[in-house]
């Protein structure tokens, strides 16, 4: 078996065909300098600087040793031969597959801007991109010199709280009226806002960006379309991610904005699997879903597992995220798109813990818990079964919900 991609979906697509009972070689091959780490704390602890290289490893290479998976780090695939079953490395040689699985995931967009290029204007996607961020963010909190974020999305708040935290300047600009209006309902956007503001970031909405403002030595502002400039000493852009489908797409294999999978994780060879954020998994009403989550690379790994065994194990789970802003977890369990009506339950103005609920023609269809991690894992119980409480119970903190669970 050859898995290309060593992130948290090909480690776990790795470990799962060997505890499922496979017993020829696996080969794992990363391109990256390191083996699997987590990539969540890079926006968070690691950035913070609170947090070893140690404790960002996955798996240690000799734990992947003794289960028999080869690591293959700096290992870039090239091309797909599916006639042959083979890929092509970046060092020209081949190796081949009885099963393969694509496990690519995805790269951050770039702001497509003059001087979008200039040093110091910075993704986050990698432990590479992380260090790089965190040296630049140092150097401006010594010369107080402003961080500037492009994209008011989950890693982009994450990272003004972590750029906070260390003592720098923050200005966040949203093309958007409100922050993470994609996934939040309205009263929990403002919520945030004030929530950043009241840590002294500046938020700007409906931002527009006209060019990057840059000297010798980089970046030197961000520059609006209204032509004022904002001073910049680093600009980290987050402004979403798309998926690497390119192999999938050279191949020949089915892809629409990523690799097209079944629930199973199944792709339109059936010798190839893909899962991660590499993918975009097909519902039953024939609507394409893509997630970039913990939760879908480690659930889709052990599906496309599954499948290259011959065996069924769909991944139909309610999908689960986390964010960690400040000291503020945030929690969500299904998806909220098309909600019509909100509940909000607990004191969201005293910010100790609450959940807002999302309704969809009066039916629960995801709900969002800050600090409110039993609310969370009973919301998941409620999705996952398909239990709605009415908008008037969800609200109201004297109704016990798992209750209606039995
Ligand atoms: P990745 O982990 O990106 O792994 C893919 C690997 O494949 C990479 O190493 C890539 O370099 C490699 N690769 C690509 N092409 C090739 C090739 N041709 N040959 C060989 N290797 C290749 N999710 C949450 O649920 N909660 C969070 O709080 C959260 N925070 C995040 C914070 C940050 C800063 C980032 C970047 C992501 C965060 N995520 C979070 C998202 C989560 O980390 C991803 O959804 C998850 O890592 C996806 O796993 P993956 O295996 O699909 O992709």
Redesign the pocket.
Known sequence: MVI???????LQTAEALRSGGFEGPITL????PHGPYH??P??KAWLAGEMDAAQLVMRAPEMLAKKGIELRTD???QAIDRAHKTVQLADGSRLPYSGLVL????TPRALPLPGADAAGVLP??SRADASAIAERMAGCVEKNLPVVVIGGG??GL?VAATARKKGARVTVLEAAPRLLGRVLAPVLSDWYAELHRSHGVELVFGAQIAAIDTDANGVRGVKLADGQVLPAGLVVVGIGVSA?DA?ALQAGLACDRGIVVDACGRTSDPHIVA????TARRLPDGTLLRL??????TEQGKSAAAALLGQDRPFTATPW???DQYDRKLQMAGLSTGADRWAVRGDMAAGTGFSVYHFKDGRLIAVDSVNAAKDHLQARKLLDAGVSPSTEQAADGGVDLGSLLS
Not at 103 to 106: C, E, F, H, L
Not at 275 to 278: H, I, K, T
Not at 292 to 297: D, H, K, L, R, T
């Open positions: 290309v991609g060593a992130g948290q979906a090909g091959l990363g391109d990256e990539r969540p890079l926006s290992a870039a695939v496990a690519t995931g995805a986050l996607r989950f890693i994450e690497n192999l899962a991660g954020d590499c970039e989550s913990v939760q879908n690379a995220f986390w964010s």
